[in-house]
């Protein structure tokens, strides 16, 4: 073999073993370059047989048409040179299968004529002919397109003679030949016979390329309209996140949004049509992926329309490569608008399809399409929903005042909106005149120090200083003159010398505001300087020396509001939260204050309040900040206020509604453009995965991987990502998604070098094992044990010792005793009291359930009193109930009696005392004795 043919075969090999896509197709183009340019033709016969099968997979209909040609071109000219058929080391290149491909997409192809489809399928019936191989290829793809074109007679009767056919090596594998079978029968309206072939698939768990995500897609509709609801949400939230991954599966896609514009999802189907839209052009030539996509779009957006959101922007609908399909248009369509753009698509692909097939069948459809809008089922996806509930005093109206705009200047700089504080500004100017013109610059002067411009914060400084002059305040005037910019950001430790002189000089010559002032950004620096109590003194003197002020003007309100905010944040810092709830309540008495300061300041008065365990306080105050912040608007800012709520909704036990917030948050952060917000999606994730919505959690979690993957995100943090993913599978009873999620997640921890990681992932990988009786988790523990040994971390290795032992336990393995000897020794060496008294307690039930009773209740009442020394009664009295049951068992009734009351005595949960408490009585009544 010559060295060229050499490097083309390598490259070949590489390509059959990379994923379809875009570094697979550079492969196969670059050993096809190689073979041109060598005169290798075979090589290139090979690598071009794989290029269609390439191309097909990822939506390239022209290259795989192209390809398919030259192959076909290549065999008739000689076919012992280049066979129909190529083998690899796992996969096969098969010109008559690839007919089956080519009769499809002439079918969906308005670039073909009739007559051309005839010509296709006529060479089809004549080469399966000639090459003495069974009819089942050809018969199925005259069955399927005589559905796709409407000819559903000649599809009857093709769907008989499949049926009768025996099968052979081109049919369709069961998976596809049930799907296909189940559109023909939604297509002619036999929705109970759709469904009994869905069922079968389900059933028997059929699989194939595109399936059963392509079935699930498809029986959606039937399935509600016989009544089966959470079947169907099911097969949604399944079928959409197997199918969302590739662009070319746009058409099953779209069935999904019809499904939500039918179930009152509307919100979600939106989302869902904002992240697809631009796949409907993903492969310029399939017209049936842009008339199954239109009718599904219209069908949604009019469902939102009705829902009261036509208005609604959808976002990525100007985007240039939707322009053959929608026409060109300045910014996004809205909802309604686009319903009826979609709507035009419809009816356009369908009268081209119906002029080229010689019937009106896709008008029929686009009918049917239409009529949807009388279908309603009620089947709500998310269990909880959140709409901000805003006060009618804090509702966005238009500033009428010069000091009501300075306000929204500050709304629009903590949203990072320069020009809507510069915008701002210059209302207030003209509003108020020479008397605000010093307030006025002041903001300017912030948000240009903000956003870095200091020659033209330096400019507006001047223009305040002069303000400042005109309104006799020369005493502030000339401290910004000697303090510059300082003042208003820039300062850092080597200014506070002049801060030092200025704040003595303005004790004795200045007014009290000005001192605030110089002694407020003092504290910001020495906060900044971790000199917390140094800080704090003056924050407080800031603060004392402005509340007294009676009618403070619109700079002493600010400065005031600035002090007793630092003040309070300082005095969090110093863990002196009864005092920071106090001080904060100072500030948010004041019905005066702009909407901005009493956001902020209710976020610091919950998390004052939970880190003193007062939840509900907590959360009101929290929930009253994000209604605020949604009426201010600032994507990022919604985002954060609603995380903070959301966590204490989950402390409180209500993850529904945890969920229910930051997904709320995050659609205003998409609908803003917003991007990324992984972190975000991932609490939402594991909302989802507490609150029993698996299925949700498992699409939003996988999405964040896939985002995560992307972006280049750190090994790390695709483990973390990949550990939520697997235990929300494990909720969804998916064992294979959560198998999948810990073995891609411990492949990322290791390469992280992080061992807690390896843990936790291991952990949970090794428990599902083991409900498998699979020995493959001793394997995957031991794996992490003996890098944590060779690391030196001996809390990893001793926390996977013990899983050791408790997976060797489970598994019927004797040598767990041993495994949990050694834990209590090393865990009692290295201080961990509460670990050394669960792998007691692991071994009392090891012993117990190998009838060595006096070892067992020994080991149990030493786990009891370890487990008290550690602080968890609950499970010492878990521990000594077990020996209670023992001694129980062996009919030792005094005995197992006393520790029966020593364990309700132990006990602080509630539901514990009752059950244990319960469990002595029956035993009592059992013995026929009285207390």
């Given at each position: 073999m010559s060295d060229a043919a050499k490097t083309i075969t390598d490259l070949l090999d590489?390509?059959?073993?990379?994923p379809y896509g875009a570094p697979e197709r550079a492969l196969l183009d670059q050993a096809i370059a190689l073979a041109e340019e060598a005169g290798h033709e075979e090589l290139a016969y090979a690598a071009r047989m794989r290029l269609v099968t390439s191309a097909k997979m990822t939506g390239d209909t022209d290259g795989m048409l192209a390809a398919f040609a030259w192959c076909l071109g290549k065999f008739d000219s000689d076919p012992v040179r280049f066979p129909s058929e190529l083998t690899g080391a796992a996969d096969s290149w098969d010109l008559l299968w690839y007919f089956k491909w080519m009769a499809s997409t002439v079918t969906g192809s308005l670039q073909f004529s009739s007559t051309q489809l005839e010509a296709v399928l006529a060479d089809m019936d004549r080469r399966y002919t000639e090459?003495?191989?069974?009819?089942?290829?050809?018969?199925?793809?005259?069955?399927?397109?005589?559905?796709?074109?409407?000819?559903?007679?000649?599809?009857e009767r093709f769907r008989l003679e499949l049926e009768a056919l025996p099968?052979?090596?081109?049919?369709?594998?069961?998976?596809?030949?049930?799907?296909?079978?189940?559109?023909?029968?939604?297509?002619?309206?036999?929705?109970?016979?759709?469904?009994?072939?869905?069922?079968?698939?389900q059933e028997q768990q059929l699989s194939c390329g595109e399936e059963p995500e392509g079935n699930e897609a498809d029986s959606l509709l039937p399935l509600l309209r016989l009544g089966r609801g959470e079947d169907a949400a099911a097969a949604h939230m399944r079928g959409y996140r197997a199918a969302r991954g590739n662009p070319d599966n746009i058409a099953m896609i779209a069935r999904h949004w019809v499904f939500c514009a039918v179930t009152g999802n509307e919100a979600r189907g939106l989302a869902l049509l904002e992240r697809h839209i631009r796949d409907l052009m993903v492969d310029p030539m399939n017209d049936r992926q842009k008339f199954a996509g239109s009718c599904a779009a219209a069908v949604l957006?009019?469902?939102?329309?009705?829902?009261?959101?036509?208005?609604?922007?959808?976002?990525?609908?100007?985007?240039?490569?939707?322009?053959?399909?929608?026409?060109?248009?300045?910014?996004?369509?809205?909802?309604?608008?686009?319903?009826?753009?979609?709507?035009?698509?419809?009816?356009?692909?369908?009268?081209?399809?119906?002029?080229?097939?010689?019937?009106?069948?896709?008008?029929?459809?686009?009918?049917?399409?239409?009529?949807?809008?009388?279908?309603?089922?009620?089947?709500p996806l998310e269990s909880s929903t959140y709409t901000p509930v805003v006060a009618a005093e804090v509702t966005t109206t238009e500033p009428t005042t010069a000091e009501d705009w300075l306000r929204r200047a500050g709304e629009r700089a903590a949203t990072g909106d320069h020009d809507g504080v510069m915008d701002a500004v210059e209302r207030a100017l003209a509003a108020g005149g020479q008397e605000v013109a010093a307030d006025a610059y002041r903001v300017a002067v912030q948000s240009l120090v903000a956003t870095d411009q200091h020659e033209q914060a330096a400019k507006a400084l001047a223009d305040r200083g002069k303000a400042l002059r005109e309104l006799g305040r020369d005493d502030y005037a000339d401290v910004e003159d000697q303090v510059g910019l300082a003042l208003y950001g820039t300062a850092t430790a080597a200014d506070l010398p002049a801060f030092d002189a200025a704040i003595e000089d303005a004790r004795a010559r200045a007014g009290r505001d000005v001192l605030a002032d110089l002694l407020a950004t003092r504290a910001d620096v020495l906060g900044t300087e971790e000199r917390v109590d140094e800080a704090l003194r003056d924050a407080q003197e800031a603060a004392a020396l402005l509340v007294p002020v009676a009618e403070p003007t619109?700079?002493?309100?600010?400065?005031?509001?600035?002090?007793?905010?630092?003040r309070t944040f300082l005095l969090m810092m110093a863990q002196r939260f009864e005092e920071a709830t106090g001080s904060i309540d100072d500030l948010l008495r004041d019905a005066g204050i702009g909407r901005q300061t009493r956001q902020v300041g209710l976020r610091m008065k919950a998390q004052a309040l939970a880190t003193r365990g007062r939840l509900d306080e907590a959360l009101q105050a929290a929930e009253e900040a994000l209604s605020l912040q949604v009426a201010i608007g600032g994507a990022r800012l919604v985002l954060n206020a609603a995380g903070l709520s959301a966590q204490l909704l989950s402390d409180l036990g209500r993850d529904a509604e945890a969920a229910a917030r930051m997904r709320f948050a995050l659609r205003q952060a998409e609908s803003a453009g917003v991007t990324g917000a992984f972190a975000e999606k991932f609490r939402l994730g594991q909302y989802l995965t507490w609150s029993d919505q698996a299925d949700e959690a498992i699409e939003v979690i996988d999405e964040v991987y896939r985002g995560e993957s992307e972006s280049g995100a750190p090994p790390a943090a695709l483990g973390e990502t990949m550990l939520g993913l697997g235990v929300a599978a494990l909720r969804g009873n998916q064992p294979g998604v959560a198998y999948g999620a810990?073995?891609?997640?411990?492949?990322?921890?290791?390469?992280?070098?992080?061992?807690?990681?390896?843990?936790g992932l291991a952990t949970q990988l090794a428990r599902m094992l083991v409900q498998f009786r699979d020995d493959e988790a001793i394997e995957v523990i031991d794996a992490v044990l003996e890098r944590a040994r060779a690391a030196g971390d001996g809390q990893s290795a001793l926390r996977m010792l013990n899983e050791r032992g408790l997976a060797k336990a489970n598994l019927g393995d004797e040598s767990a005793i041993a495994d949990f000897d050694a834990v209590i020794a090393e865990a009692n060496a290295a201080g961990e009291a509460w670990l050394a008294a669960d792998a007691t307690d692991s071994k009392a039930r090891e012993l117990?359930?190998?009838?060595?009773?006096?070892?067992?209740?020994?080991?149990?009442?030493?786990?009891?009193?370890?487990?008290?020394a550690s602080g968890d009664a609950n499970a010492g009295a878990n521990s000594e109930f077990l020996a209670a049951q023992i001694l129980r068992d062996q009919g030792r009734a005094d005995e197992a009696l006393a520790c029966y009351t020593s364990a309700i005595e132990r006990a602080e949960a509630p539901a514990l005392v009752e059950r244990l408490t319960e469990q002595r009585a029956e035993y009592l009544a059992e013995l026929g004795r009285s207390e």
């Open positions: 590489e390509a059959d073993q990379t090459a003495g191989v069974g009819r089942s290829g050809v018969v199925q793809s005259l069955f399927s397109s005589s559905v796709e074109t409407g000819r559903l007679a000649d599809a099968r052979d090596e081109y049919s369709h594998c069961e998976a596809c030949a049930r799907s296909e079978f189940a559109d023909y029968q939604q297509t002619i309206g036999d929705d109970a016979a759709a469904v009994a072939l869905f069922d079968e698939i957006l009019d469902a939102v329309t009705r829902a009261g959101q036509g208005s609604t922007p959808v976002r990525h609908s100007d985007d240039p490569v939707l322009a053959p399909l929608l026409g060109d248009h300045a910014g996004p369509w809205t909802a309604a608008d686009l319903a009826a753009t979609f709507w035009a698509a419809a009816d356009r692909l369908a009268a081209a399809f119906d002029a080229r097939n010689g019937n009106d069948f896709h008008g029929r459809q686009v009918a049917r399409s239409r009529a949807l809008a009388d279908e309603r089922y009620d089947v619109i700079a002493e309100r600010q400065l005031r509001n600035h002090a007793v905010l630092h810990f073995q891609r997640g411990l492949g990322h921890a290791v390469e992280a070098e992080h061992l807690p990681l390896q843990v117990a359930g190998a009838e060595r009773h006096d070892e067992a209740v020994r080991c149990a009442l030493a786990a009891a009193d370890g487990y008290a």
